[in-house]
């Protein structure tokens, strides 16, 4: 087979150019990393994990209307996914405090917030990603108003429908970063929901115990991390519902 050019390489995915114009193939490696990677490890199992949860949030996500990337998954670490234009905008939704927000205002972890907020970071790895505010994004040019007004209907769309799909699983979602890319089709453009969306990067909660289900276990050192996202694929039906401490990933 042709060497397959690569495109990107992120902290845990890789990019490849895809089959057909407009397309790429992205790659869920198993490397993990936390605060802009000073801690690093590899983690057996992760990117098999992300790749299907990926999968499954985006699938439903387009059945509700919310339009992303996915186009199809490829193999058990590559999906298929448009060609965008990333903004260069890290957005995240918090329905509970917790992480930088409850370090930036002392507000205790897990406190429920009067309603959704929405949070803007500056994708820049060298800057550690800062938060940033829609008259930067504005004055800066990262995104035009008509942009933000779409990105947060968007943001917004996503949070009532993973906050749900997660609610009926005994999950909290406590809050999530997504990735916005811009699509040209003809004259028009669009904003579509790009990257990926998985407990990398999402916060979550199980209700009953509070258990972390997400990357803080890896950031904090609070257990394996495979089992945790095993945990939630295997309630969300992604994973067998037998078989729990062997991952064997159902097709
Ligand atoms: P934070 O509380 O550290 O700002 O994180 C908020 C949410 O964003 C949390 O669900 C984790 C996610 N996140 C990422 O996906 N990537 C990142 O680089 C960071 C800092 C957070
Ligand atoms: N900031 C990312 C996270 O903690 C990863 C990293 O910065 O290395 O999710």
């Not at 509700?64 to 490829?74: A, D, N, Q, S, Y």
């Not at 972390?212 to 309630?235: H, P």
């Amino acid at each position: 087979m042709a060497r397959r050019k690569k495109i990107y390489e992120g902290k845990a995915k890789i990019l490849y150019e895809g089959p057909e114009p407009g397309t790429i193939v992205q790659y869920f490696k198993d490397d993990a990393t936390a605060f802009n990677a000073e801690k690093k490890d590899v983690i057996d199992g992760k990117g098999v994990l992300n790749n299907r949860l990926s999968e499954y949030f985006m699938t439903g996500l387009s059945q509700i209307g919310v339009p992303t990337h996915f186009i199809r998954r490829l193999n058990m670490r590559e999906q298929l996914v448009r060609n965008c234009e990333i903004i260069p905008l890290e957005v995240i939704v918090r329905n509970y405090a917790a992480g930088s927000m409850s370090q930036r205002l002392g507000i205790a972890e897990g406190t429920q917030l009067p309603r959704p907020i929405v949070e803007y970071c500056y994708k820049d790895d060298a800057l550690g990603d800062p938060l940033v505010t829609e008259e930067h994004i504005a004055a800066f040019g990262w995104a035009s108003q008509q942009d933000m007004d779409d990105i947060l209907s968007l943001a917004l769309r996503v949070n009532d429908f993973m906050s749900g799909v997660m609610l009926a699983v005994g999950i909290r979602l406590v809050d999530f970063k997504i990735e916005i890319g811009r699509v040209y089709e003809g004259d028009f453009q669009r904003l579509i929901v790009a990257d990926e969306i998985s407990p990398d990067s999402c916060r979550l909660w199980d209700i009953e115990t509070g258990q972390k289900l997400d990357k803080d276990v890896f950031r904090r050192d609070l257990g394996n991390l495979t089992d945790a996202y095993s945990e939630v694929a295997r309630r969300l039906g992604v994973l067998p519902k037998t078989n729990v401490a062997k991952p064997t990933l159902i097709n």
